[in-house]
């Protein structure tokens, strides 16, 4: 059985690209556009991983990333970080409130089926 990938971000074109690439490596890929969708879809659909822009309107991804941790339905589903912030500081913030990851945009294409790949190995 296939793995599901949520990814929320509200760039549609990123929502795409980043589909694209995790279809062809064989995930399948439910995508939401803002932070409240992100969170339905969670609870919904119980993917094996959530990756997580910060930077959002209304919900940011902080916001997300407590309430999808403190959520039971949604807690034990790993979360990757997926933002422009490169921040040191940022990165140790999301690790220490629940990601798994912190993984860099822009991305190289094969690095992030990579690093996806290495979660879900040890998830």
């Known amino acids: 059985?296939?793995?599901t990938i949520l990814v929320i971000d509200d760039n549609p074109d990123l929502l795409d690209?980043?589909?694209?690439?995790?279809?062809?490596?064989?995930?399948?890929v439910a995508k939401a556009l803002s932070g409240e969708d992100g969170l339905h879809v969670a609870r919904a659909l119980k993917p094996n991983l959530v990756l997580l822009d910060?930077?959002?309107p209304k919900m940011d991804g902080w916001e997300v990333l407590k309430l999808l941790k403190a959520d039971s339905a949604t807690k034990e589903i790993p979360v990757a970080i997926f933002s422009?912030?490169?921040?040191?500081?940022?990165?140790?913030?999301?690790?220490?409130?629940g990601a798994v990851d912190y993984?860099?945009?822009?991305?190289?294409?094969?690095?992030?089926?990579e690093r996806i790949g290495r979660i879900l190995a040890t998830a």
Do not use: C, E
Not at 17 to 28: E, F, K, P, R
Not at 84 to 93: G, N, Q
């Open 1 to 3: 059985m296939k793995q």
């Open 17 to 28: 690209i980043v589909d694209a690439i995790l279809s062809d490596a064989g995930y399948v």
């Open 54 to 56: 910060l930077n959002m």
């Open 84 to 97: 422009v912030r490169t921040d040191l500081k940022d990165k140790i913030f999301g690790l220490q409130r």
């Open 103 to 113: 993984i860099s945009k822009p991305f190289q294409y094969d690095r992030l089926t």
